[in-house]
């Protein structure tokens, strides 16, 4: 069975190209003009993904966003947004987004952003391997001497994660985390002292390197970072300069 797309895109031209472009690529496509057209659609047919354009008349793809996770789907959701700011994609990741694409883009690039968020949340078959036969062959994130881990939880800097449960502590705060979040950190915590390289992280995350003009990866550091600090409190992910991320408590 094709995997399903719900787009949700007010210009008319964008979304006539981007219906026909999703289609080619062997996804069965829903598209609508608007959000309050976009929620009874999610609610009558649930799709795979959804495709939202941030900017819509009435309600937009963020209070769609937020309606969604308020009730407690989990479907992953890629925006689209003409918004450039950091704090405009900051605010598009804390209504619940998985993740995002700028206007104008490249259809490749939606292509490559949707089979990475429908792979992270494809279930897992017996023999435990998902994804293309690339993502297969990919060598595993090595736990450091610096992180401890069992089947089910992981830790490392004084940061707890519940593998299955997806819930993470610092200390003994709990931290709200977005899909996209929880796997970013959890590929940190599980190489813990270890420097990851931008490629890296790109291709473990999204399963696509961006390139270096992206401020994708930079983004989310950056918010997860605003969730994990605390006053006092050593900062837990450092950044070496033209190289990567590395977590570790200081």
């Given at each position: 069975?094709p995997?399903?797309?719900l787009l949700?895109?007010?210009d008319r031209?964008i979304r006539?190209a981007?219906?026909r ?6 996804y069965?496509?829903?598209?609508v003009?608007d959000g ?7 609610h009558?047919t649930p799709?795979?993904?959804l495709?939202l354009d941030?900017?819509m ?12 996770r308020a009730e407690?789907?989990?479907t992953?959701i890629?925006?689209l947004?003409?918004?450039v700011e950091t704090?405009d994609r900051?605010?598009g990741?804390?209504a ?12 490749e690039e939606?292509f490559?952003r949707?089979?990475a968020?429908?792979?992270r949340t494809?279930?897992?078959?017996a023999n435990?391997?998902t994804g293309t036969a690339?993502?297969a062959l990919?060598e595993e994130?090595?736990?450091s001497a610096f ?7 992981i ?8 593998l ?5 502590w610092?200390?003994?705060?709990e ?10 950190l ?11 390289d931008?490629s890296?992280?790109y291709?473990r995350?999204w399963g ?8 994708n990866?930079?983004v989310?550091v950056?918010?997860?970072?605003r969730?994990l600090?605390?006053?006092g409190?050593?900062q ?8 990567g991320y590395?977590l570790?408590?200081?």
């Amino acid at each position: 069975m094709p995997q399903t797309v719900l787009l949700a895109e007010d210009d008319r031209a964008i979304r006539h190209a981007l219906e026909r472009a999703l289609t080619l690529e062997g996804y069965q496509v829903t598209a609508v003009a608007d959000g309050v057209e976009a929620l009874a659609q999610a609610h009558r047919t649930p799709p795979d993904v959804l495709l939202l354009d941030v900017m819509m008349p009435g309600i937009d793809g963020l209070q769609v966003c937020r309606v969604l996770r308020a009730e407690g789907d989990r479907t992953p959701i890629l925006m689209l947004t003409a918004l450039v700011e950091t704090a405009d994609r900051i605010a598009g990741l804390d209504a619940g987004a998985d993740d995002y694409v700028v206007k104008p883009f490249d259809v490749e690039e939606v292509f490559a952003r949707l089979r990475a968020l429908l792979r992270r949340t494809s279930p897992v078959p017996a023999n435990g391997v998902t994804g293309t036969a690339a993502d297969a062959l990919r060598e595993e994130p090595q736990p450091s001497a610096f992180s401890s881990s069992s089947d089910k939880q992981i830790s490392a800097a004084g940061l707890r994660m519940d593998l299955q449960a997806r819930r993470v502590w610092r200390g003994t705060r709990e931290l709200e985390l977005t899909r996209t979040e929880f796997e970013l950190l959890e590929l940190l915590v599980r190489n813990a002292g270890i420097v990851l390289d931008h490629s890296t992280i790109y291709d473990r995350i999204w399963g696509y390197d961006f390139g270096p003009g992206s401020k994708n990866l930079a983004v989310y550091v950056g918010y997860l970072r605003r969730k994990l600090d605390e006053p006092g409190a050593p900062q837990l992910i450092h950044t070496v300069r033209g190289v990567g991320y590395v977590l570790r408590e200081d």
